[in-house]
């Protein structure tokens, strides 16, 4: 059988699951907290949801409870869920140098099976929705999505020039948002037309398939060496794998530590500011004055997710006239300008209107990992975007925390609090992009990097 290098399939499929399964769980604990608080079924018309907008309204005084809740539920879920995702993460990426990339790209498909098999169970038994604890943590132990991405970036390093990777890992991204946004976009409709119980069955299924994909159809990147590892122990390894990372800083001259590190951190904040405000957006749209039923949270979601392509677009257009850390820095500014409305977002109109400001926000993320693949030699590749994921891991259970943990505080006096500390955390990254773009570090400050390490 004939098989391919294409890591693409792998990223939609997994998004097609993800992404849905991610939207369903939010809406599903919803409706649990607030038939369990209000004492009342949790009603929807093709209107608006349960959502009370009347201050004096003692059912809206236990909305804002059900926010609150629910905002601490969802950040319980997610830090069970990194812990033991970054360990997997970092061992499974930093292990592809040696064994291939296919792993990195198997164990999260599984891990994402057993966590819609379990939700399944929760919706199909009404178990407490406490149990959902659990799946979503033996899910973890797979690795996840930053598991997933680490070893699709790597692999499309391993296959494509160094001026194919703008496009090549933006176009991930891009597949990633648009499969996506396909799939919460009619996640609404199924919902109300076949329920939870349906629709994780279904999820079920295209992660089978997603496995089925990776094992028989997806073809190696690397040439892997049985002999060659057979003969060095398992700590030996390992040791490898942790100096291979310490050698991007302890062997390298220091402009190429600077400009790793700085890359690094800004890439943090970045993740910091999007993911964190990714993980409440749903709760804003539940909550008044939107008061948004599952329909439109689907179409919401959906135009959120074609920022990916709108992205993909932008790099291809701008990587022609402009320098990475300027691109960068155009993605930055639309993510803030995004958030900024958000704040003023109190109709439909204008919330969906957010989502052409924030028409580049993805950019920086294709962006700034292809700048930092360029610095890296091909062997260490695995090792680079194992520690990206690693701290793109630790970024999202930070955001995470902080911002579910800010809105519930601030929910009740002033809601988009929470996107307005997104949008200020982004002068960081902007001040070191300026920084980059007045340095200018162009591409032939990269290849003579790699060509110095190579002689060294």
């Not at 149990?131 to 973890?140: Q, R, Y």
């Not at 946004?181 to 609404?188: K, R």
């Not at 610095?375 to 260490?380: A, H, I, N, R, Y």
């Amino acid at each position: 059988m004939k098989r391919l290098f294409l890591v693409e399939p792998v990223i939609a499929l997994y998004a097609l699951s993800g992404l849905v399964n991610f939207l369903l769980i939010q809406q599903y604990i919803y409706r649990r907290i607030w038939e369990r608080e209000t004492n009342s079924s949790f009603v929807e018309n093709e209107s608006n949801s349960s959502c009370h907008q009347n201050h004096s309204d003692p059912v809206y005084i236990k909305q804002q409870v059900v926010q609150e809740i629910s905002s601490h539920f969802f950040m319980y879920l997610t830090l069970i869920q990194s812990i033991p995702g970054l360990i997997v993460t970092f061992i499974l990426g930093t292990y592809s140098d040696h064994y291939g990339r296919k792993l990195s790209l198997l164990l999260p498909s599984v891990g994402a099976l057993l966590n819609s098999l379990g939700t399944l169970a929760v919706t199909y038994f009404s178990w407490p929705i406490y149990v959902i604890f659990i799946p979503s943590t033996l899910s973890a132990c797979f690795g996840g999505l930053a598991t997933l991405f680490g070893g699709a970036f790597a692999y499309v390093a391993d296959v494509s020039s160094s001026k194919q990777k703008n496009v090549r890992m933006a176009l991930l991204d891009t597949v990633f948002g648009i499969v996506g946004g396909i799939g919460v976009l009619s996640s609404g409709y199924l919902l109300r037309a076949v329920g939870f119980n349906w629709l994780f069955l279904i999820i079920s299924l295209i992660n089978f398939v997603n496995i089925i994909y990776v094992i028989f159809f997806l073809e190696e990147s690397i040439q892997v060496s049985r002999d060659e590892h057979g003969q060095v122990s398992g700590c030996d390894k390992f040791r490898e794998i942790l100096s291979g990372i310490l050698i991007l800083y302890t062997s390298s001259s220091f402009r190429k530590r600077v400009l790793i590190g700085m890359l690094l951190f800004a890439f943090s904040i970045v993740v910091l500011a999007e993911i964190g405000t990714s993980g409440i957006i749903t709760l804003y749209e539940l909550n008044t004055p939107l008061c948004w039923n599952e329909i439109l949270i689907g179409y919401g979601s959906a135009a959120g997710l074609t920022t990916f392509l709108t992205s993909f677009l932008g790099v291809i257009l701008f990587s022609r006239y402009f320098q990475d850390s300027l691109i960068v820095l155009i993605g930055i500014l639309s993510f803030a300008g995004g958030m900024i409305m958000t704040i003023f977002a109190t109709t439909t109109l204008l919330m969906f209107l957010v989502r052409v400001v924030s028409v580049f926000a993805t950019m920086p993320f294709p962006v700034l990992r292809s700048m930092m693949s360029k610095l890296v030699l091909p062997k260490d590749q695995g090792v680079l975007f194992a520690f990206v994921a690693c701290l793109e891991n630790v970024a999202g259970t930070i955001s995470s925390t902080l911002f579910s943990s800010v809105y519930a505080a601030t929910v009740d006096e002033f809601p988009g609090f929470s996107f307005l500390l997104a949008a200020c955390l982004t002068i960081i990254p902007v001040c070191i992009l300026c920084f980059l773009f007045c340095w200018r570090p162009q591409e032939g400050d990269y290849a003579g990097l790699i060509t110095n390490e190579n002689d060294s």
